[in-house]
């Protein structure tokens, strides 16, 4: 189906995601920080990247903007945020994706919010506050 780039620092979740993403057919890749990120983004463009928000190094909306100046927003990956931080809704706007999930989020949402973002392909726009 897809090329999936998950980011999540959390290597016992990545692990889940994993499991979960290429049990719907999904072909995956992990990145435990946004610098790793950034560069398996580079070896090969995935089609969705699935964000935690808090990482060292590298934040998530760090390595979506990150990605969004290096290719002037061309590539057109989309960004599902992936977090349990309060106001995720703000990261998101932030970020400028329509994607997000809290943690902990039911596999069912993940599923169909990833079909979404794969059938909408809109990339991050984030606004002037979206600075590193």
Do not use: W
């Amino acid at each position: 189906m897809a090329n999936l780039l998950v980011v999540d620092d959390d290597q016992d979740l990545a692990e889940l995601l994993t499991g979960y993403l290429e049990s719907q057919g999904h072909s995956v890749r992990v990145a435990h920080d946004g610098l790793e990120g950034l560069r398996l983004v580079s070896e090969r463009q995935p089609d969705l990247v699935l964000l935690d928000v808090e990482m060292p190094f590298v934040s998530g909306p760090q390595m979506s903007y990150q990605m969004v100046l290096r290719d002037c927003g061309e590539e057109l990956i989309p960004v599902v945020l992936l977090s349990a931080v309060t106001n995720l809704h703000r990261a998101a706007a932030r970020v400028g994706t329509p994607y997000f999930l809290g943690k902990p989020f039911d596999p069912g949402a993940l599923s169909r919010l990833v079909a979404r973002a794969l059938a909408e392909r809109r990339a991050p726009s984030p606004g002037q506050a979206a600075s590193p």
